[in-house]
């Protein structure tokens, strides 16, 4: 079973609030992903990491940011929420190695109001 | 076209029914992963590969390198199978894996008891 959490799961909120979604893994693994999803549609990775001190935006551009202080912890961060950005945010982590399966958290559905 | 194609898009079945998931890719991959999404977002790694066949109860999963082309079949299916079934490759060129995922729109099985 993957240990990886993620938090809140659910979250209401209004327009121009600053909101960070919070994601920990505890199988010390180096590699960590955001995934943004709407719904029915594929998922889109718009940040990853490949350690401490590491981030790379993705494949679909996001005005959130992200930050890797610690292995195990990968907040992502809104600066003001718009309605534009209501979808669901899956954060996953997997190890260094080329033939990396990726653990999923459960997810975050944002809804901006 | 999509760098990751899979069909079909809707599938609906009886309970006990043998179904099949096709996914097809058209570029240099290192591995290629099936991923099953429940109602309310969890995504839960069912395989990894590289080439051959790998098997997990009721599930089989079989790729074919030099067809770019992957296979998910369960059998005997149940209403619990209902999901979405998601393809994804790992990308890689030259021998250099990126990590990155890239996926498919996914599969909606309904199985009916």
């Known amino acids: 079973e993957a240990d990886i959490y993620q938090t809140p799961r659910y979250l209401v909120i209004g327009t121009g609030k600053k909101i960070t979604l919070e994601c920990s893994q505890t199988?010390?693994?180096?590699?960590m992903y955001w995934y943004q999803q709407d719904p029915g549609m594929e998922l889109h990775l718009i940040h990853y990491s490949y350690g401490v001190n590491s981030t790379e935006k993705g494949d679909l551009s996001s005005e959130s940011t992200v930050s890797r202080i610690r292995t195990e912890h990968f907040p992502l961060t809104l600066e003001s929420a718009r309605p534009s950005h209501t979808s669901q945010y899956l954060c996953?982590?997997?190890?260094?190695?080329?033939?990396?399966?990726?653990?999923f958290g459960p997810g975050t559905r944002l809804t901006v109001l | 076209k999509n760098e990751v194609e899979q069909s079909p898009q809707n599938l609906t079945a009886q309970e006990g029914e043998f179904i099949t998931i096709n996914c097809s890719y058209s570029v240099g991959i290192s591995a290629l992963h099936w991923l099953q999404q429940h109602p309310g977002g969890g995504i839960v790694s069912l395989f990894m590969?590289?080439?051959g066949k790998k098997k997990h109860g009721r599930l089989i999963a079989t790729i074919n390198i030099q067809e770019k082309h992957s296979s998910l079949h369960i059998t005997a299916s149940h209403p619990r199978d209902s999901a979405v079934y998601i393809c994804?490759?790992?990308?890689?060129?030259?021998?250099?894996?990126?990590?990155?995922?890239?996926f498919g729109q996914g599969t909606i099985l309904t199985v009916h008891p």
């Open positions: 590969l590289s080439s």
């Open positions: 996953a982590s997997s190890r260094l190695s080329p033939y990396n399966e990726q653990f």
């Open positions: 199988m010390g693994h180096d590699k």
């Open positions: 994804a490759v790992n990308q890689s060129s030259g021998g250099t894996s990126y990590g990155k995922l890239t």
